[in-house]
């Protein structure tokens, strides 16, 4: 993958940051984005420091004026884009009978909008190519029902089956889709739901009350180690797996 061009979404974020870091360090060229233009920066000067080839590009993935402008930046300024990493995500909890209507609808708009506008974008370039990968981060949440997590989890349903069906439609082109499902991983978006110093165990152990079981493997996923899964699908060792749902969630999900 010397010299190809990747473009991340959801840079800034904890996943997202790593996924920059690790296909960098590939000898990637990462084009990061993400709506969060400070966070993106300082992301993009730290790994730059560290020699690495990155350059950050602020957009909103759900804008579909920004989602185009961005991939056009990029390949003007990087080249073709050879994989795209869906990485850009929110979770607003909540119970469904209490839930607003515009956190329903910002979780759809990232989670869903966001991966349609930019696969979209950048597969409409991929297929003239006849190559290329894209790989969605979605969660375990989208085949495990959760309580207080019905937005996040059907947005995430509705990402997984995106990819897949997009996936079918451009394999003929030679161009791979797939999903990687996270379970609990050490990053600010899963520390927000900790209400209490009980929050980390409490993910471990499982809560009896809430149908959820703990995590088997007996810790958190790194950040390091989901992007470790997204590298792999984007890379030559999966040249045969696409519309592949990779869940690395640490046994949480019990294997479904």
């Given at each position: 993958?010397?010299?190809q061009?990747?473009?991340?979404?959801?840079?800034?974020?904890?996943?997202?940051?790593?996924?920059?870091?690790?296909?960098?360090?590939?000898?990637l060229?990462?084009?990061?984005?993400?709506v969060?233009?400070?966070?993106?920066?300082?992301?993009?000067?730290?790994?730059?420091?560290?020699?690495?080839?990155?350059?950050?590009?602020?957009?909103?993935?759900?804008?579909?004026?920004?989602?185009?402008?961005?991939?056009?930046?990029a390949?003007?300024?990087?080249?073709?884009?050879?994989?795209?990493?869906?990485a850009?995500?929110?979770?607003?909890?909540?119970?469904?009978?209490e839930?607003?209507?515009?956190?329903?609808?910002?979780?759809?708009?990232?989670?869903?909008?966001?991966?349609?506008?930019?696969?979209?974008a950048?597969?409409?370039?991929m297929?003239?190519?006849?190559?290329?990968?894209?790989?969605?981060?979605?969660?375990?949440?989208?085949?495990v029902p959760?309580?207080?997590?019905?937005?996040?989890a059907?947005?995430?349903?509705?990402?997984?089956?995106?990819?897949?069906?997009?996936?079918?439609?451009?394999a003929?082109h030679?161009?791979?889709?797939?999903?990687?499902?996270?379970?609990?991983?050490?990053t600010?978006?899963?520390?927000?739901?900790?209400?209490?110093?009980?929050?980390?165990?409490?993910?471990?152990?499982?809560?009896?009350e809430?149908?959820?079981?703990?995590?088997?493997?007996?810790?958190?996923?790194?950040?390091?180690?989901?992007?470790?899964a997204?590298?792999?699908?984007?890379?030559e060792?999966?040249?045969?797996?696409?519309l592949?749902?990779?869940?690395?969630?640490?046994?949480?999900?019990?294997?479904?």
């Amino acid at each position: 993958m010397d010299k190809q061009v990747a473009l991340v979404t959801g840079a800034a974020g904890g996943i997202g940051s790593a996924v920059v870091r690790t296909l960098a360090a590939r000898g990637l060229t990462v084009a990061a984005v993400d709506v969060r233009a400070t966070e993106l920066d300082e992301l993009a000067q730290k790994l730059a420091a560290d020699g690495l080839d990155v350059v950050a590009l602020p957009a909103e993935v759900s804008s579909a004026p920004q989602a185009q402008a961005v991939v056009a930046e990029a390949e003007a300024r990087l080249g073709p884009v050879d994989y795209l990493v869906n990485a850009a995500g929110v979770l607003r909890a909540g119970t469904v009978t209490e839930y607003d209507v515009d956190d329903w609808q910002a979780t759809f708009a990232v989670n869903v909008l966001g991966v349609f506008l930019m696969s979209q974008a950048v597969v409409r370039r991929m297929v003239p190519r006849g190559r290329g990968a894209v790989v969605t981060v979605a969660s375990n949440a989208a085949g495990v029902p959760r309580t207080g997590m019905a937005a996040y989890a059907a947005s995430k349903a509705a990402a997984t089956m995106f990819t897949k069906s997009l996936g079918l439609e451009v394999a003929r082109h030679g161009i791979r889709c797939n999903v990687v499902a996270p379970g609990s991983t050490d990053t600010p978006m899963l520390s927000s739901l900790w209400t209490d110093p009980s929050g980390p165990q409490g993910t471990l152990d499982g809560r009896l009350e809430e149908y959820r079981v703990g995590i088997p493997l007996r810790k958190l996923a790194l950040p390091a180690e989901i992007a470790d899964a997204v590298d792999f699908l984007l890379s030559e060792k999966a040249s045969h797996i696409t519309l592949h749902d990779l869940t690395v969630d640490g046994g949480a999900g019990l294997g479904v």
